[in-house]
């Protein structure tokens, strides 16, 4: 009889417990205090490996989780505002995206999941130079997200098309 209890606490009362967290809004952690840029890039990723950055390197690896946050930035052939309108209308079509701010070379934009309200932050930069977009994804709460943030990231690469 006890280990049914257990069972019935493990399997039907704690998630109800964390789905009725997530629909108070107990999950979604605190907005990043400076969104943005800093020294002209984007934040550094998380210490934790629960974010993604192109601009990893850039950081001190003593500091941030650089191995497991490094990923690519968007390059794209076109002309580099189309490039940003074409990232834009991808993010502002993704399920549970809301754009936050919006400038001809940054967006930031955040990602709420749809049962538990989880909210991941994303920045994007335009490098016209290098013809890339730089990016940054973060989860707010916890310390792993079990690379949710970078499959975010490459679903919208292959969406946007840049290339």
């Not at 930031?108 to 940054?136: G, N």
């Not at 707010?140 to 840049?162: H, M, P, S, V």
Request: hydrophobic share 45%; aromatic share 10%.
């Amino acid at each position: 009889m006890r280990a049914l209890a257990i069972l019935a606490f493990l399997f039907i009362i704690l998630p109800l417990l964390l789905f009725a967290a997530g629909q108070f809004g107990l999950l979604m952690g605190r907005a990043p205090a400076e969104p943005g840029l800093r020294e002209g890039r984007l934040q550094p990723p998380s210490r934790t490996s629960n974010s993604v950055s192109s601009q990893a390197a850039l950081w001190p690896a003593g500091e941030h989780a650089v191995e497991y946050a490094t990923i690519e930035p968007f390059a794209f052939t076109q002309d580099s505002a189309l490039a940003m309108n074409r990232l834009s209308d991808v993010l502002a079509g993704w399920p549970g995206a809301r754009i936050v701010e919006s400038s001809p070379d940054y967006i930031y934009v955040q990602f709420e999941t749809r049962w538990l309200r989880f909210i991941d932050d994303a920045e994007f930069l335009l490098d016209p130079a290098d013809r890339v977009i730089h990016v940054r994804s973060a989860s707010r709460i916890g310390r792993k997200d079990f690379g949710a943030n970078r499959k975010r990231i490459e679903a919208i690469r292959r969406r946007a098309d840049l290339r």
